[in-house]
Protein backbone atom coordinates (compact mmCIF):
# COMPACT_ATOMS: atom_id res chain seq x y z
CA UNK A 1 0.00 0.00 0.00
CA UNK A 2 1.58 3.15 -0.99
CA UNK A 3 0.74 6.58 0.64
CA UNK A 4 -2.73 8.54 -0.07
CA UNK A 5 -3.71 5.00 -1.73
CA UNK A 6 -7.56 4.29 -2.01
CA UNK A 7 -8.57 1.24 -1.61
CA UNK A 8 -11.87 -0.33 -1.86
CA UNK A 9 -13.26 -2.14 1.40
CA UNK A 10 -15.92 -5.02 0.90
CA UNK A 11 -18.66 -4.82 3.42
CA UNK A 12 -19.30 -8.40 5.04
CA UNK A 13 -23.19 -8.82 5.79
CA UNK A 14 -22.48 -12.31 6.03
CA UNK A 15 -23.53 -12.33 10.28
CA UNK A 16 -26.56 -10.37 9.79
CA UNK A 17 -29.63 -12.25 10.51
CA UNK A 18 -32.42 -12.24 7.74
CA UNK A 19 -34.87 -13.54 10.91
CA UNK A 20 -33.90 -11.80 13.55
CA UNK A 21 -35.10 -13.13 17.12
CA UNK A 22 -33.49 -10.16 19.55
CA UNK A 23 -33.37 -6.33 19.75
CA UNK A 24 -29.93 -6.16 19.08
CA UNK A 25 -30.46 -8.27 15.51
CA UNK A 26 -33.61 -6.43 14.60
CA UNK A 27 -30.86 -3.18 15.15
CA UNK A 28 -28.10 -5.55 13.03
CA UNK A 29 -30.72 -6.21 10.22
CA UNK A 30 -32.12 -2.13 10.19
CA UNK A 31 -28.39 -1.00 9.55
CA UNK A 32 -27.61 -3.77 7.10
CA UNK A 33 -30.38 -2.82 5.52
CA UNK A 34 -29.48 0.92 5.54
CA UNK A 35 -25.97 0.97 4.39
CA UNK A 36 -26.82 -1.95 2.19
CA UNK A 37 -29.57 0.50 0.61
CA UNK A 38 -27.34 3.63 0.77
CA UNK A 39 -24.58 2.83 -1.05
CA UNK A 40 -25.80 0.79 -3.50
CA UNK A 41 -24.76 2.63 -6.66
CA UNK A 42 -27.92 3.52 -8.27
CA UNK A 43 -29.46 5.06 -5.03
CA UNK A 44 -26.40 6.87 -4.71
CA UNK A 45 -27.14 9.16 -7.73
CA UNK A 46 -30.38 9.95 -6.50
CA UNK A 47 -28.67 11.19 -3.22
CA UNK A 48 -26.67 13.41 -4.95
CA UNK A 49 -29.60 16.32 -4.76
CA UNK A 50 -28.87 17.76 -1.40
CA UNK A 51 -32.67 18.91 -1.50
CA UNK A 52 -33.89 15.01 -1.50
CA UNK A 53 -30.90 13.88 0.65
CA UNK A 54 -32.43 14.09 4.19
CA UNK A 55 -35.90 13.07 3.04
CA UNK A 56 -34.27 9.75 1.41
CA UNK A 57 -32.36 8.91 4.58
CA UNK A 58 -35.20 9.34 6.73
CA UNK A 59 -37.37 7.39 4.46
CA UNK A 60 -34.61 4.82 3.91
CA UNK A 61 -34.05 4.60 7.82
CA UNK A 62 -38.12 3.78 8.56
CA UNK A 63 -38.14 1.60 5.67
CA UNK A 64 -35.22 -0.09 7.00
CA UNK A 65 -36.33 0.11 10.16
CA UNK A 66 -40.01 -1.59 9.58
CA UNK A 67 -38.55 -4.29 7.91
CA UNK A 68 -36.09 -5.19 10.08
CA UNK A 69 -38.89 -5.23 12.56
CA UNK A 70 -41.17 -7.09 10.71
CA UNK A 71 -39.11 -9.53 10.08
CA UNK A 72 -38.70 -10.04 13.93
CA UNK A 73 -42.59 -10.30 14.26
CA UNK A 74 -43.27 -6.84 15.13
CA UNK A 75 -47.08 -5.67 14.77
CA UNK A 76 -48.00 -2.96 12.23
CA UNK A 77 -48.72 -0.76 15.31
CA UNK A 78 -45.78 -1.78 17.32
CA UNK A 79 -43.65 -0.77 14.30
CA UNK A 80 -45.26 2.41 13.74
CA UNK A 81 -45.05 3.48 17.46
CA UNK A 82 -41.61 2.42 17.29
CA UNK A 83 -40.78 4.58 14.78
CA UNK A 84 -43.29 7.28 14.72
CA UNK A 85 -45.14 7.25 11.92
CA UNK A 86 -48.78 6.27 11.04
CA UNK A 87 -49.64 2.53 10.52
CA UNK A 88 -50.41 3.57 6.35
CA UNK A 89 -46.90 4.82 6.42
CA UNK A 90 -45.37 1.41 7.61
CA UNK A 91 -47.52 -0.49 5.32
CA UNK A 92 -46.65 1.35 2.21
CA UNK A 93 -43.17 0.77 3.13
CA UNK A 94 -42.99 -2.42 3.61
CA UNK A 95 -45.35 -3.41 0.08
CA UNK A 96 -42.80 -1.25 -1.49
CA UNK A 97 -45.50 0.88 -2.48
CA UNK A 98 -42.89 3.80 -1.80
CA UNK A 99 -39.49 4.25 -3.36
CA UNK A 100 -37.16 3.82 0.07
CA UNK A 101 -39.52 0.85 0.79
CA UNK A 102 -39.11 -0.71 -2.36
CA UNK A 103 -35.85 0.02 -2.31
CA UNK A 104 -35.15 -1.60 1.33
CA UNK A 105 -36.98 -4.69 0.17
CA UNK A 106 -35.17 -5.04 -2.99
CA UNK A 107 -31.82 -4.75 -0.59
CA UNK A 108 -33.44 -7.26 1.89
CA UNK A 109 -33.80 -10.04 -1.15
CA UNK A 110 -30.48 -9.76 -2.28
CA UNK A 111 -29.24 -9.73 1.78
CA UNK A 112 -31.38 -13.02 2.47
CA UNK A 113 -29.74 -14.63 -1.18
CA UNK A 114 -26.05 -13.28 0.26
CA UNK A 115 -25.78 -11.25 -2.60
CA UNK A 116 -25.36 -8.16 -0.77
CA UNK A 117 -21.98 -6.59 -1.43
CA UNK A 118 -21.22 -2.86 -1.08
CA UNK A 119 -17.67 -1.77 -1.64
CA UNK A 120 -16.41 1.20 -0.12
CA UNK A 121 -13.84 3.74 -1.05
CA UNK A 122 -11.25 4.57 2.03
CA UNK A 123 -8.18 6.20 1.66
CA UNK A 124 -4.85 4.82 3.58
CA UNK A 125 -4.91 8.03 5.09
CA UNK A 126 -0.85 7.93 4.68
CA UNK A 127 0.57 10.86 3.73
CA UNK A 128 3.76 11.17 1.48
CA UNK A 129 7.07 12.05 2.55
CA UNK A 130 6.75 15.28 0.88
CA UNK A 131 3.79 16.07 2.47
CA UNK A 132 4.80 15.28 5.71
CA UNK A 133 8.15 17.50 5.12
CA UNK A 134 5.83 20.39 3.77
CA UNK A 135 3.82 19.95 6.71
CA UNK A 136 6.59 19.93 9.28
CA UNK A 137 7.66 23.32 7.39
CA UNK A 138 4.38 24.79 7.99
CA UNK A 139 4.28 23.85 11.71
CA UNK A 140 7.89 25.17 12.03
CA UNK A 141 6.27 29.18 10.28
CA UNK A 142 3.60 28.78 12.62
CA UNK A 143 5.43 27.88 15.77
CA UNK A 144 8.21 30.81 14.42
CA UNK A 145 4.67 33.36 14.03
CA UNK A 146 3.72 32.42 17.41
CA UNK A 147 7.02 32.97 19.35
CA UNK A 148 7.12 36.04 17.64
CA UNK A 149 3.20 37.07 18.38
CA UNK A 150 4.22 36.14 22.06
CA UNK A 151 7.33 38.36 22.31
CA UNK A 152 4.56 41.26 20.85
CA UNK A 153 2.38 40.57 23.43
CA UNK A 154 5.01 40.61 26.52
CA UNK A 155 6.07 43.94 25.20
CA UNK A 156 2.56 44.98 24.67
CA UNK A 157 2.18 43.80 28.57
CA UNK A 158 4.72 45.35 29.85
CA UNK A 159 4.30 49.01 28.04
CA UNK A 160 0.67 48.62 29.78
CA UNK A 161 1.56 47.94 33.03
CA UNK A 162 4.03 51.42 32.76
CA UNK A 163 1.14 53.25 31.55
CA UNK A 164 -1.06 52.06 34.47
CA UNK A 165 1.68 52.78 36.84
CA UNK A 166 2.24 56.43 35.45
CA UNK A 167 -1.58 56.79 35.53
CA UNK A 168 -1.63 55.57 39.19
CA UNK A 169 1.07 58.06 39.79
CA UNK A 170 -0.78 61.09 38.01
CA UNK A 171 -4.00 59.77 40.09
CA UNK A 172 -2.00 60.01 43.44
CA UNK A 173 -0.10 63.41 42.65
CA UNK A 174 -3.47 64.90 41.24
CA UNK A 175 -5.26 63.83 44.57
CA UNK A 176 -2.95 64.82 47.27
CA UNK A 177 -2.64 67.93 45.80
Known amino acids: MSAGE ?3 IEVD ?9 T ?3 VRELEIALIIGTLFRPDVMKSLLDPQEFTTWVDSL ?3 AGALAREKAGY ?4 IAEELGRTEATIRNHLQGKTKAGALVLETYRMLARGKLRIAVPAS ?3 ASKEEVE ?3 KKVDEFSKALDSMKKKMEAIASYAREAEG ?6 EEASSG
Do not use: C, D, N, Y
Open 6 to 8: VVT
Open 13 to 21: FSHVPVKPT
Open 23 to 25: PRE
Open 61 to 63: AVA
Open 75 to 78: TISR
Open 124 to 126: TGL
Open 134 to 136: QLK
Open 166 to 171: AIRKII
